[in-house]
């Protein structure tokens, strides 16, 4: 975050609720681009923020890659789900045993504009199965992607990106799931600002 500073980043990161202790999180976002992780992580950290990522960061980034492989994330091919769904199993309850935080971006890849893309449910749905006593915590994530907009090359300048903690929501007393999921979609939705 102070290599973000020297570039004109500001953060914000807005948390309104109490969030109960010793209870699993199911940290759930929209993604827009990498900027949205590390602050994710530094703000969380209380809670042992564990990402659901793609299987091609598992290598070739120095220190990102050793901690996504050896840190508790779950990595997953997108093109193969024979194994991504064992991967979500075994990660969702690594996640239930040691009341940690997992985080997803159900979107499944970065909006480069900003505009949210719709959810894809199967990810969310393996959570919920494998971390019954979790509290489902959505995050909108705003302005992340103005670091990327010219690409890598160069970095967005003077950027205030802002992170909205909603009110978390307890998986239990949901009984249909797919409400719960356009509910948490619907609430990040409606916090995004272009």
């Known amino acids: 975050m102070r290599c973000a500073n020297i570039l004109g980043t500001r953060f914000s990161f807005i948390n309104e609720h109490n969030i109960e202790p010793n209870r699993p999180l199911i940290i759930v976002a929209n993604h827009q681009s990498l900027h949205d992780i590390y602050p994710l992580t530094w703000y969380m950290r209380k809670r042992n923020p564990k990402f659901i990522s793609k299987i091609e960061l598992g290598k070739g980034i120095p220190s990102v890659s050793y901690n996504l492989r050896h840190g508790g994330a779950a990595l997953i091919d997108r093109k193969n789900p024979r194994q991504s769904l064992p991967a979500l199993m075994k990660f969702g309850e690594f996640i239930e045993e040691n009341n940690y935080a997992a985080v997803i971006f159900p979107e499944g890849t970065r909006s480069k504009d900003g505009t949210v893309k719709p959810f894809q449910r199967k990810g969310l749905e393996i959570l ?8 489902i915590v959505p995050v909108s994530i705003n302005n992340s992607w103005k670091m990327l907009r010219y690409g890598k090359f ?3 300048l003077g950027n205030h990106l802002k992170f909205t903690v909603h009110k978390p929501i307890d998986l239990a007393i949901f009984v249909n799931k797919e409400d719960l999921i356009e509910t948490v979609e619907s609430t990040i939705k409606n916090h995004i600002k272009n």
């Open 128 to 135: 919920f199965k494998k971390i019954p006593s979790a509290l």
């Open 154 to 156: 160069p970095m967005g």
